[in-house]
């Protein structure tokens, strides 16, 4: 079974950064995309960012231009930069991962158990 950690979350006033990685226990080159979430108490979890093993990326529109999505295929690891962070960026986030298998294409699903981030002054 593939474990997904995530770590780099903490507390960071407005206008502050914060770099996210979520950690595979495999290489990460198996999985057809990773994502991040993100769910703020009360909220749905939202999809925060994608991307693909061709490293195609997509935004939600609410952190475009402020956050960056990567992956190091090598270190097994996805990072999430965080720049000209805001309150209403507050919430746990949550590493995702999809991996399509064999003629069926049949999708498994990896989640981390999330890492959370506080934006406050």
């Known amino acids: 079974q593939v474990q997904l950690v995530e770590s780099g979350g903490g507390l960071v006033q407005p206008g502050g950064s914060l770099r996210l990685s979520c950690t595979a226990s495999r290489n990460i080159g198996s999985f057809d995309d990773m994502d991040w979430y993100r769910q703020a108490p009360g909220q749905e979890r939202q999809l925060v960012a994608t991307?693909?093993?061709?490293?195609?990326?997509n935004y939600a529109d609410s952190v475009k231009g402020r956050f960056i999505i990567s992956r190091d295929n090598a270190k097994s690891t996805m990072s999430l930069q965080m720049d000209s962070l805001k309150p209403e960026d507050t919430a746990v986030y949550y590493c995702?991962?999809?991996?399509?298998?064999?003629?069926?294409?049949?999708?498994?699903?990896?989640w981390g158990q999330g890492t959370p981030v506080t934006v406050s002054s």
């Open positions: 991307i693909t093993s061709g490293t195609r990326t």
């Open positions: 995702h991962a999809v991996e399509i298998l064999g003629y069926f294409r049949r999708r498994i699903d990896y």
